[in-house]
């Protein structure tokens, strides 16, 4: 049997973990370039060929119309969802896109989960390489406050990615199961997970039984709206009205710059977490120079209202746990955003207790994926997970309002049963809307499909009908119909409103079986060669150009030298040989590598586009 | 769009009959043999599909009212452990269904049985003698005058706020609300000692093997003060929202 993974499928960066027999404990595993942390940026080539991951992150500022990243955001929306999010994300929408966004990368489109599908693929290459062997099964964490459709989204780019998804875990529940793992606490646990995309508040009750610890998460809270993101939107917008107020220019249109910008506002940002004051320096066009010293306290005083909003929702699970903030036995932070120590003051004086914060927050839910993959294929020996459901689900009954039929923060699995008739006379089908959500009207919950009952036509209120609804462990809908009248039983299929439909999911399926089906190591060779031949064209046109007369006689050699060494090891079968010879032709040029960069920004700012250098 | 009509309608509830007992054990479906109780095969240890014998029957649990919470807390882990599709991930597609079923039967089971209203109005609703959802909101005969009084004080606070009036203007109606709310609140005290005496009556019904009538007898009077109650409770709710509206 193959080795199970756990998967932190991020905003901003993904994760893979394992359990490690040798020590007993999940561990991440890292790739080529050494950290565990993989940019969940997805690149397309000239070519056609799809990159994900470092590779991808590095084309953000050099072809962004080729290249998307936060994809996250955009899992399971429909078009009108997303406009706020449009106005930061430079996201560019297929205009045929409706329930299922289209993002345009180059010349084609792509859906959300196919993105996400690639990320899922980078990372699963990484464990490849590591174990030496396939990888085909993984639990991936998904936020806890995901809706169905965000759900089944992430379960079809695992899918995508030729994995067989075992289980989708709530990030704040896989990082208590990695807490836990090393502390054997017993009580009640408050994680409060604030990542780059996301907010998300779990309570939990551990409980030691006779059997082995249980996860019990008593409700969750959050807003998929609300993370680092918009911490660094607050830091960005100050730049921006700054530098409109200082020197009249609109930074709008400079994308590029606004990138550079961004990355330079989120250094003094990370800063910040350890030093009380810091300095950003950053060249706009025109030779202009923005300097902006910038103190913790300012910072606080930006961000706090941010800081603020996390506060409602962690109330909220609070109450809905039927606890008082002092009930709370451990604080545990997840979430890169938990660096912040305004974020970690705020919480400590919410909980009166310093938060937990030993292990790795970016690392800690992948480690939990992990340990709950190894649950998953070994058996339940000595944990169970008892999660709920974030919204709660209900139908559309007359005058557009909701009927809850599965309350928020039930215990998953849950299910719901209802009976319906016909309401007039020859009446052939039964139209039914599934909601999820807390408002009272349907045109404020979120629609999860619609479909039809079939009914044999005869006397109205004649009809039989009685409709389950269960929600499974991974928090997705099943709906299963039966006939009372004959006991005709049967499953429904359900159109959902904002997903892929099963039809399409096999057709991107057979569209990348050619790729799923070879033999690992055939497919790392290509992949290997198919660096290399970019590796060594693009070598070869920067050598070309006059900036590499700055290079010195000894650089240029060993250059030439790893340019040769690749060639010969391309033409070879051992796709690790392969490898290790871009790595040695990727450090060989690095110092080339920046030259051009900073002649690229340079031009960049100069108002030109780097392809017309 | 032609509109589904949703039930409860009376009396096509296949559950209303008074001596619903958990359906006789069927041969099990891998082996042939009688399951016997519990929720695998007693033979071969194969998980079964759902039974109908109710949410007691589910933890083996008497029909009764009077229910120690830890004793249940206890049942619902230890079946869970056993039930809950972590544990089926490499089992069949019918075992992993029915590992579906009966573990969120389970959660239903004990979010409904957990809290004691919940199970009484479970526990009606099963014998037929109550329907999902559905309650009188109708004033019991001797409060109607308390009632109609408070009605008054609630529209009379509610036109001095939409004629702009607050604070002081108001506070002599807002005490005497608050005085309304503590008395209602103290008849539902009252009202949950009744409810649990009716708790008492049915255990000792089902305990002491009493017929139908006496059964009838405890569930129509379980009916009634939990309808009291509910109407008490939304009373106090809706005091308490108006006058956090005016604060
Ligand atoms: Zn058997």
Redesign the interface.
Known sequence: MSKAVGIDLGTTFSLIAWMNPASGKPECIPGPYGTTLCPSVVSLDVDGRVVAGEAARRRLLTQPARTIYSAKRLMGRGVEDVEDELKIFPFRIDPESRNVIRVRLGDRAFTPPEVSGYILREVKGWAEEYFHEPVTRAVITVPAYFNDAQRQATKDAGRLAGLEV??LVNEPTAAALAYGLDRAQRGRVAVYDFGGGTFDISILKL?A????D?YQVLSTCGDTHLGGDDIDNRLLDLAREEILRDWGLDLAPHSQVLQELRKAMIAAKHELSDAEETTVRFLLPEGMAYVRRLTREEFEALIGPIVERTLAPARQALRDAKLKPEEIDEVVMVGGSTRIPLVRRRVEELFRRPPHVELDPDEVVALGAAVQAH???T??ENA???DVTPLSLGIE??GGVV?KLIPCN???????E???????DN?T????HVLQGERELARDCRSLARFR?PVEPGLA?LA??EVRF????NGIL?VRAKD?RTGEERSIDVQPSYGLAEPEIERMLIESIDFAEQDFAVRQLIEARNESESILRAAEKSLADPQSAELDSGERARIDAAIAALRLASEGEDYRQVRARIEDLNRETMHLAELLMNRAIASALEGKRVADI | ?????????PG?D?RTDMHASPSPSTACWNCGGAPGPGHFCAACGKIQPPGDGGYFAFFALPEKLGVDREDLERRY??L??KL????F??AGEYERNCS??L???L??A??ALCDPVSRAEYLLERHGVRKEGQTKQQAPPELLEEVFELNEWLDELRSAREAGSRGAETSELRERLEGARQAFEEKLAAVDAELGAGFAEWDAATDGGAGDAARGRAMARLNEVLNRRSYIRNLVASVTRELENDA
């Open positions: 075992l289980r409980i039984a006779g059997e082995g249980i649950i998953l294929t058996g339940v169970l997970l008892l009954t007359m009927a039930s215990t998953i699995p849950a299910s719901a209802e009976l319906f008739t016909t309401g007039v009446q089908g039964i139209d039914l009952l209120g039989r009908i269960t929600i499974d462990a099943q009372l | 769009m032609t509109s589904g009509l949703r039930f409860p309608t096509i296949e882990l230890a869970s452990w809950h599709p972590d544990n991930v490499r579906l079923e573990s969120s039967a959660n239903d004990y979010r």
